[in-house]
């Protein structure tokens, strides 16, 4: 813990050479909006700071400042260009396209059984179908290819 609040590469701020986004809460008290959130953006060239209105440092879903990160990041972002729909999607059936869209935007099987207003183990079932269909192994692995194909936007 001590070396990880000893450390500090805030010298080279300045040589960040990307485009960089700077999302940050008001009312941060683990690290202060003026004094962390205002300080990197100023020292990174041509950062584009976004205050956001929460108290958290992390923002929760439910709270406004939460949308607006995606909002903001899929601004920030370039968009991909839209491709012919992937065959592996149009096999997906609607109730497991809505599924992998829901966990595509972080939702775990739980908050997408809520959701639904289907069980856990349905949800489960179906993302067995969705990841053999979609020839994955993993959860992560089928996030990345929802979100590439343009799944999990809020």
């Known amino acids: 813990m001590r ?22 809460c008001h009312g941060d008290v683990r690290a202060p909006f003026e004094k962390e959130g205002l300080f990197i953006a100023s020292s990174i ?13 992390v923002p929760v879903p439910g709270e406004p400042a939460y949308d607006r990160i995606f909002d903001e990041t899929d ?7 839209a491709a012919a729909p992937d065959k592996v999607f149009a096999q997906l059936a609607p109730r497991e396209q809505g ?24 949800v489960r079932n179906n993302i067995t179908s969705i990841f053999d269909k979609l020839a994955v192994e993993n959860r992560g692995q089928a996030i990345v290819k929802a979100r590439d194909a343009g799944m999990g936007r809020v």
């Open 75 to 81: 601004a920030f972002l370039p968009q991909i260009a």
């Open 3 to 24: 070396v990880y609040y000893e450390f500090d590469a805030s010298h080279l701020l300045g040589e960040v050479a990307c485009p960089t986004l700077v999302l940050h």
């Open 99 to 122: 599924i992998l869209d829901l966990i595509a935007r972080g939702l775990d099987n739980l908050q997408v059984a809520a959701h639904l207003s289907i069980s856990e183990k349905t």
């Open 45 to 57: 060239p041509n950062a584009r700071m976004v205050p956001l209105e929460s108290p958290a440092h």
